[in-house]
């Protein structure tokens, strides 16, 4: 394990059960809404994955242990990707809140020994989705989009929950789409949500 995660497990027993870990780990780290809103993910990713054809667990560990790179703050997350080795990119640089999706990767596996690819790469891509990417992708993606971490109900609910009758990929865009109507709002364009973006108008045929 990375030193760097060193001060965040003195006061943690893992017991090995990826769902006692995960939200006790949060817990003792001071994120408790962090914590339940990642308990949360997992269960909309389990129900989503029995609908879409993608192994409900898989779903679920992606969904526990998509945030818990929670416990950086912003300001250090650039500097965590170092240490980590991970690549950063200028808009990750510009805004780093994007880079926990990465770092949450890392620390599925070297905290809470996951080492499934399809997990790891639901986790990698969870805020920005990416191109060529999986349906277990693209359940995380809609799973966070659906039980979001703020207050009140999310503007693009109603397109979502509209699109997820017709497919996962629906849904993906939905999100996607909505982002890109209203673009000025974006603080950075993350390469992996553009690439998205433009396979899947052009599978939509937008």
């Not at 780290?29 to 192994?55: M, R």
Request: hydrophobic residues 40%.
């Amino acid at each position: 394990m990375n030193s760097i995660f060193d001060e965040f497990m003195l006061n943690i027993s893992m017991t090995g059960d990826v769902e006692t870990d995960f939200y006790h780990f949060l817990i003792v780290n001071g994120h408790p809404k962090t914590a339940e809103h990642c308990l949360k993910v997992g269960e909309k990713a389990e129900q989503l994955a029995k609908i879409y054809g993608v192994d409900p667990y898989k779903a679920k560990m992606a969904g526990y242990l998509h945030d818990v790179s929670a416990i950086f703050p912003n300001s250090e997350r650039i500097d965590v990707a170092k240490a980590l080795g991970l690549e950063i990119l200028k808009e990750e640089e510009i805004f780093p809140m994007i880079i926990h999706q990465k770092i949450s990767g890392v620390m599925a596996t070297e905290i809470f020994n996951v080492h499934d690819d399809e997990i790891i790469s639901a986790i990698t891509c969870h805020t920005t989705l990416k191109s060529n990417a999986s349906k277990i992708d693209k359940v995380l993606f809609v799973a966070d989009k659906i039980e979001w971490d703020q207050d009140g109900t999310p503007p693009y609910i109603k397109r979502i929950e509209h699109s997820l009758k017709e497919s996962i990929d629906a849904a993906s865009y939905a999100y996607i789409k909505y982002l890109f109507d209203n673009k000025s709002n974006l603080k950075v364009v993350h390469p992996f949500l553009e690439s998205a973006y433009k396979e899947l108008k052009e599978q939509f045929k937008e």
